[in-house]
């Protein structure tokens, strides 16, 4: 054990007097000291880019740069080899570091400079263009129809445009074998073979909402219901989908004569002309009792249309009162209700108010036909004062 000791101490005393003579040369040291001074301070100098600042910085004074190996190298040193070398290489360090701090900036603003230099832009040029729509007219026609209904105190209703049978006809008063279910020209969904379920249409008129609603909500009411219908028909009056809106208003106390007012009302704001005169026509709908279609007075002169002048008729809705019938289908005691319904044709509407001559370019989607007849988004539904 002994022996072994002194063995130990023995080398390490070997090791010093190894390491001895190459302390004592501190001439070298300084003047290695100033040569990587130079060195590293030119590379920084010229360092191109921060790329290449930061690799000239991790080569000097990273962990296992230069810089960073010759001061571990000063634990080798004597000490008053280390009392020269040691400030020597921190002064080295922090020079380093200042000249890295300042090229840094030095190019973070040259680049920056660059930047503001190639991302220049022009705040006078003008815009490029934004490619517009436009209002389809049947949009436009529905925002204003259910705005002057709003100001007379109507809600929105919806319903599927996959109807069951029984809301689009059998609440309606219409049986399977009324003849009213062929006058529409029902689109009738498909049946695979065996599936015996009553057959789904596509709704042929707006009229099922008015079940819907009075089943859900309950009596009183009064609202408006916007959307698609389909018939099987085409002609230039006729497409195989086109737009109603029904009306639907249930009291205690509503008759014939507020249907009256309510209508002219409507054809006043709609078209903007005051002299409306309308025309009840007795007609029949399984679903409403006494029951009115009604035609508005209107002029053709050079094929532009007036409203309210002339002595042309057109027919425009389908109203009447409510039929009992359809009050119970919907959950209603007709002993105590009782109102008005109404259903008017959208399209029909757009055509006369904004004199668009063939309903079927509505669907055509023909860009010039929209182009022409369809509305800024900033147009603001008509609305007239009074009511
Ligand atoms: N549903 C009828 C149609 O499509 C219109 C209508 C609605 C008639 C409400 C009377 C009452 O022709």
Sequence with gaps: MVNRGLMGATGLQFRHHMIGPKQSNSGPVMSDISNLKSKILQQVAEAADLDALEATRVAAVGKK???????????????????????????????INSALAARKAGLEDAALNERLRTEWQDVSAPARPVGQGSVHPVSQVTEEIIAIFADLGYGVAEGPQIENDYYNFDALNIPPEHPARQEFDTFYMHRDEGDNRPPHVLRTHTSPVQIRHMEKHGVPCRIIAPGRVYRSDYDNTHTPMFHQVEGLAIDKDISMANLKWTLEEFCRAFFEVDNVELKFRASHFPFTEPSAEVDIRCSWQGGQLKIGEGDDWMEILGSGMVHPKVLKAAGVDPEVYQGFAFGIGIDRLAMLKYGIPDLRAFFDSDLRWLRHYGFSSLDMPNMRGGI
């Design 65 to 95: 740069g230069e810089v960073s190996l010759m001061m571990r190298g000063l634990g080798k040193m004597s000490p008053e080899e280390k009392k020269i070398a040691g400030p020597a290489l921190n002064a080295l360090k922090n020079e």
